[in-house]
Nanobody, 122 residues
Framework: QLQLVESGGGLVQPGGSLRLSCAAS????????IGWFRQAPGKEREGVSC????????NYADSVKGRFTISRDNAKNTVYLQMKRLKPEDTAVYYC???????????????WGQGTQVTVSS
């Protein structure tokens, strides 16, 4: 079964940090770009960050630049999203997804995880 599974979400205070993981099973991430998206209640799903298959190219939404870092360990078939200096507006369900190349279009991603909730609140 082809799956992406996110983990690492939770409740954190403003200014805190979390590291999300996206683990693949049933297929290898070696040749796939991985994107992180988030969706807050009542809002559209938005792209947060993306890593090329090698990890050599990454991009970030303006709202998270300088605070979030995407990385990947292809040996572990896992991609990470390190989130620092979290803000209440970062509260959302975070999803990872796999595609042939980085794109901001959710429809271009073939596989999606089930999501992990991140809540930033005091």
């Amino acid at each position: 079964q082809l799956q992406l599974v996110e983990s690492g979400g939770g409740l954190v205070q403003p200014g805190g940090s979390l590291r999300l993981s996206c683990a693949a099973s049933g297929f290898t991430l070696d040749y796939l770009a991985i994107g992180w998206f988030r969706q807050a209640p009542g809002k559209e799903r938005e792209g947060v960050s993306c890593s090329s298959s090698s990890g050599g190219s990454t991009n970030y939404a303006d709202s998270v630049k300088g605070r979030f870092t995407i990385s990947r360990d292809n040996a572990k078939n896992t991609v990470y999203l390190q989130m620092k200096r979290l803000k209440p507006e970062d509260t959302a369900v975070y999803y990872c997804a796999a595609a042939l190349g980085c794109t901001v279009k959710p429809g271009s991603y073939n596989y999606w995880g089930q999501g992990t909730q991140v809540t930033v609140s005091s």
